[in-house]
Protein backbone atom coordinates (compact mmCIF):
# COMPACT_ATOMS: atom_id res chain seq x y z
CA UNK A 1 0.00 0.00 0.00
CA UNK A 2 1.52 3.37 -0.91
CA UNK A 3 -0.74 5.50 1.06
CA UNK A 4 0.21 9.46 0.95
CA UNK A 5 4.15 9.81 -1.19
CA UNK A 6 6.03 13.07 -1.29
CA UNK A 7 8.45 13.60 -3.55
CA UNK A 8 11.37 14.79 -3.36
CA UNK A 9 12.49 13.77 -0.06
CA UNK A 10 15.43 16.07 0.30
CA UNK A 11 16.02 19.28 -1.51
CA UNK A 12 18.27 22.56 -1.52
CA UNK A 13 17.12 25.94 -2.83
CA UNK A 14 19.28 29.04 -3.25
CA UNK A 15 17.25 32.16 -2.19
CA UNK A 16 14.82 33.17 -4.76
CA UNK A 17 14.70 29.54 -6.53
CA UNK A 18 11.16 28.24 -7.24
CA UNK A 19 9.81 24.59 -6.55
CA UNK A 20 7.20 21.95 -6.14
CA UNK A 21 6.93 19.79 -3.36
CA UNK A 22 4.76 16.78 -5.25
CA UNK A 23 2.16 14.78 -2.56
CA UNK A 24 0.21 12.11 -3.97
CA UNK A 25 -2.79 9.40 -2.35
CA UNK A 26 -3.90 6.69 -3.44
CA UNK A 27 -6.72 6.16 -0.82
CA UNK A 28 -9.39 8.13 -2.29
CA UNK A 29 -9.23 10.44 0.57
CA UNK A 30 -11.10 13.98 -0.33
CA UNK A 31 -9.15 16.17 2.41
CA UNK A 32 -5.32 16.69 1.96
CA UNK A 33 -3.19 19.21 3.63
CA UNK A 34 0.08 20.29 3.52
CA UNK A 35 2.44 21.32 7.40
CA UNK A 36 5.93 22.67 7.81
CA UNK A 37 7.31 21.48 11.39
CA UNK A 38 10.22 23.38 12.64
CA UNK A 39 11.76 22.53 16.32
CA UNK A 40 9.91 22.79 19.02
CA UNK A 41 6.55 24.45 17.27
CA UNK A 42 5.29 21.03 16.25
CA UNK A 43 3.28 21.26 12.40
CA UNK A 44 1.71 24.65 11.15
CA UNK A 45 -0.58 23.95 8.76
CA UNK A 46 0.04 25.90 5.27
CA UNK A 47 -2.45 25.22 3.15
CA UNK A 48 -5.73 22.59 2.60
CA UNK A 49 -8.40 21.20 0.56
CA UNK A 50 -11.69 19.42 1.11
CA UNK A 51 -11.74 18.04 -2.46
CA UNK A 52 -10.88 18.29 -5.94
CA UNK A 53 -10.86 22.49 -7.13
CA UNK A 54 -11.12 23.61 -3.59
CA UNK A 55 -8.15 24.67 -1.42
CA UNK A 56 -8.02 27.42 1.21
CA UNK A 57 -5.04 28.70 3.43
CA UNK A 58 -4.25 27.52 7.01
CA UNK A 59 -2.33 28.70 9.68
CA UNK A 60 1.18 30.12 8.24
CA UNK A 61 0.52 30.06 3.89
CA UNK A 62 2.42 33.02 3.26
CA UNK A 63 4.96 32.10 -0.13
CA UNK A 64 3.11 28.88 -0.69
CA UNK A 65 0.63 28.06 -3.30
CA UNK A 66 -1.09 25.35 -3.77
CA UNK A 67 -3.84 23.61 -5.83
CA UNK A 68 -5.93 20.38 -6.48
CA UNK A 69 -6.96 19.61 -9.58
CA UNK A 70 -7.08 15.77 -9.12
CA UNK A 71 -8.52 13.91 -5.69
CA UNK A 72 -5.09 12.31 -5.91
CA UNK A 73 -2.37 14.85 -5.84
CA UNK A 74 -1.71 18.27 -3.78
CA UNK A 75 1.38 19.67 -5.08
CA UNK A 76 2.78 22.19 -2.71
CA UNK A 77 4.74 25.73 -4.59
CA UNK A 78 7.65 27.61 -3.27
CA UNK A 79 7.20 30.97 -5.57
CA UNK A 80 10.30 32.18 -4.42
CA UNK A 81 12.03 30.49 -1.66
CA UNK A 82 13.68 31.89 1.07
CA UNK A 83 15.63 30.59 4.53
CA UNK A 84 12.89 31.19 6.50
CA UNK A 85 11.50 28.42 4.71
CA UNK A 86 13.96 25.79 5.34
CA UNK A 87 11.78 23.06 7.08
CA UNK A 88 10.51 19.71 6.74
CA UNK A 89 7.28 19.60 5.23
CA UNK A 90 4.86 17.13 5.67
CA UNK A 91 1.58 15.86 3.56
CA UNK A 92 -1.39 14.30 4.97
CA UNK A 93 -4.98 13.27 4.09
CA UNK A 94 -7.60 11.66 5.67
CA UNK A 95 -11.46 10.42 4.46
CA UNK A 96 -14.41 12.67 5.98
CA UNK A 97 -15.44 11.42 9.53
CA UNK A 98 -14.01 10.58 12.19
CA UNK A 99 -10.64 9.01 11.37
CA UNK A 100 -6.95 10.41 11.78
CA UNK A 101 -5.27 11.77 9.07
CA UNK A 102 -2.18 9.45 7.25
CA UNK A 103 0.99 11.63 6.63
CA UNK A 104 3.43 11.05 4.19
CA UNK A 105 7.24 10.56 5.03
CA UNK A 106 8.58 14.39 4.57
CA UNK A 107 10.41 16.60 2.36
CA UNK A 108 13.62 18.40 3.84
CA UNK A 109 14.01 21.70 2.59
CA UNK A 110 16.51 23.59 3.00
CA UNK A 111 17.43 27.31 1.34
CA UNK A 112 20.21 28.86 1.19
CA UNK B 1 -9.82 28.61 17.44
CA UNK B 2 -8.74 25.49 18.38
CA UNK B 3 -5.09 24.93 20.08
CA UNK B 4 -3.05 22.38 22.10
CA UNK B 5 -0.68 22.44 24.65
CA UNK B 6 2.20 20.08 25.46
CA UNK B 7 3.31 21.49 28.79
CA UNK B 8 6.91 19.01 28.83
CA UNK B 9 9.53 19.60 26.10
CA UNK B 10 10.99 16.40 27.30
CA UNK B 11 10.26 13.44 29.20
CA UNK B 12 12.77 11.07 30.72
CA UNK B 13 11.73 7.76 32.00
CA UNK B 14 13.74 4.59 32.80
CA UNK B 15 12.89 1.34 31.16
CA UNK B 16 9.93 -0.65 33.16
CA UNK B 17 8.55 2.52 34.61
CA UNK B 18 5.24 3.99 33.70
CA UNK B 19 5.45 7.21 31.40
CA UNK B 20 2.96 9.76 30.51
CA UNK B 21 2.65 12.58 27.98
CA UNK B 22 0.71 15.60 28.76
CA UNK B 23 -1.29 17.11 26.88
CA UNK B 24 -4.40 19.98 27.20
CA UNK B 25 -6.67 21.11 24.33
CA UNK B 26 -8.93 24.29 23.39
CA UNK B 27 -11.99 23.50 20.84
CA UNK B 28 -15.39 25.56 20.22
CA UNK B 29 -17.25 22.36 20.22
CA UNK B 30 -16.92 18.61 20.95
CA UNK B 31 -13.35 17.59 20.41
CA UNK B 32 -11.91 14.97 18.10
CA UNK B 33 -8.54 14.43 19.83
CA UNK B 34 -5.32 12.09 18.37
CA UNK B 35 -1.85 11.17 19.36
CA UNK B 36 0.99 10.68 16.87
CA UNK B 37 4.49 9.54 17.37
CA UNK B 38 7.30 10.27 15.08
CA UNK B 39 10.88 8.46 14.99
CA UNK B 40 13.87 10.21 13.63
CA UNK B 41 13.61 10.95 10.20
CA UNK B 42 10.34 9.86 10.00
CA UNK B 43 6.85 10.55 8.84
CA UNK B 44 4.34 10.61 11.82
CA UNK B 45 2.27 7.59 13.33
CA UNK B 46 -1.12 7.19 14.34
CA UNK B 47 -1.17 5.80 17.69
CA UNK B 48 -4.89 6.26 19.03
CA UNK B 49 -7.96 8.86 18.80
CA UNK B 50 -10.61 9.61 21.34
CA UNK B 51 -13.89 10.63 19.05
CA UNK B 52 -16.58 9.83 21.44
CA UNK B 53 -18.13 7.41 24.19
CA UNK B 54 -15.30 5.58 26.87
CA UNK B 55 -13.05 8.12 28.13
CA UNK B 56 -10.20 5.55 28.08
CA UNK B 57 -8.73 4.84 24.72
CA UNK B 58 -6.24 2.50 24.00
CA UNK B 59 -3.80 2.21 21.30
CA UNK B 60 -1.22 0.64 19.37
CA UNK B 61 2.29 -0.32 20.60
CA UNK B 62 0.45 -0.85 24.52
CA UNK B 63 -0.31 2.99 24.71
CA UNK B 64 -3.55 4.49 26.16
CA UNK B 65 -5.01 7.94 27.01
CA UNK B 66 -7.34 9.15 29.12
CA UNK B 67 -9.77 11.98 28.00
CA UNK B 68 -11.12 14.60 30.62
CA UNK B 69 -13.62 16.81 29.40
CA UNK B 70 -13.16 18.75 32.87
CA UNK B 71 -9.72 19.51 32.60
CA UNK B 72 -9.67 19.65 28.79
CA UNK B 73 -7.14 16.81 28.86
CA UNK B 74 -6.11 13.81 26.87
CA UNK B 75 -2.57 12.82 28.43
CA UNK B 76 -1.09 9.79 26.99
CA UNK B 77 0.19 6.87 28.95
CA UNK B 78 1.76 3.45 29.14
CA UNK B 79 2.13 1.27 31.89
CA UNK B 80 5.71 0.01 31.56
CA UNK B 81 8.11 1.86 29.19
CA UNK B 82 10.55 0.26 26.11
CA UNK B 83 13.76 1.56 25.12
CA UNK B 84 12.17 1.51 21.79
CA UNK B 85 9.17 3.59 22.89
CA UNK B 86 12.16 7.03 22.80
CA UNK B 87 10.74 9.35 20.07
CA UNK B 88 9.27 12.59 19.59
CA UNK B 89 5.14 12.58 20.41
CA UNK B 90 2.31 14.67 19.04
CA UNK B 91 -1.00 15.43 20.50
CA UNK B 92 -3.66 17.16 17.83
CA UNK B 93 -7.30 18.58 17.99
CA UNK B 94 -10.12 18.91 15.77
CA UNK B 95 -13.18 20.41 16.59
CA UNK B 96 -16.33 18.95 15.78
CA UNK B 97 -17.45 19.58 11.76
CA UNK B 98 -13.61 20.54 10.23
CA UNK B 99 -11.00 18.96 8.90
CA UNK B 100 -8.00 20.94 10.42
CA UNK B 101 -5.42 19.42 12.80
CA UNK B 102 -4.00 21.30 15.20
CA UNK B 103 -0.93 19.87 17.00
CA UNK B 104 0.98 20.76 19.96
CA UNK B 105 4.86 21.84 20.03
CA UNK B 106 5.69 18.19 20.67
CA UNK B 107 7.55 16.42 23.48
CA UNK B 108 10.64 13.84 23.20
CA UNK B 109 10.08 11.02 25.16
CA UNK B 110 13.33 9.24 26.16
CA UNK B 111 13.91 6.15 28.08
CA UNK B 112 17.02 5.03 29.44
CA UNK B 113 17.94 1.18 29.51
Known amino acids: NAGVTQTPKFQVLKTGQSMTLQCAQD?????MSWYRQDPGMGLRLIHYSVGAGITDQGEVPNGYNVSRSTTEDFPLRLLSAAPSQTSVYFC???????????FGQGTRLTVV | AQSVAQPEDQVNVAEGNPLTVKCTYSVSGNPYLFWYVQYPNRGLQFLLKYITGDNLVKGSYGFEAEFNKSQTSFHLKKPSALVSDSALYFCAVRDYGDYKLSFGAGTTVTVRA
Open chain 1, 92 to 102: ASSPPGYTEAF
Open chain 1, 27 to 31: MNHEY
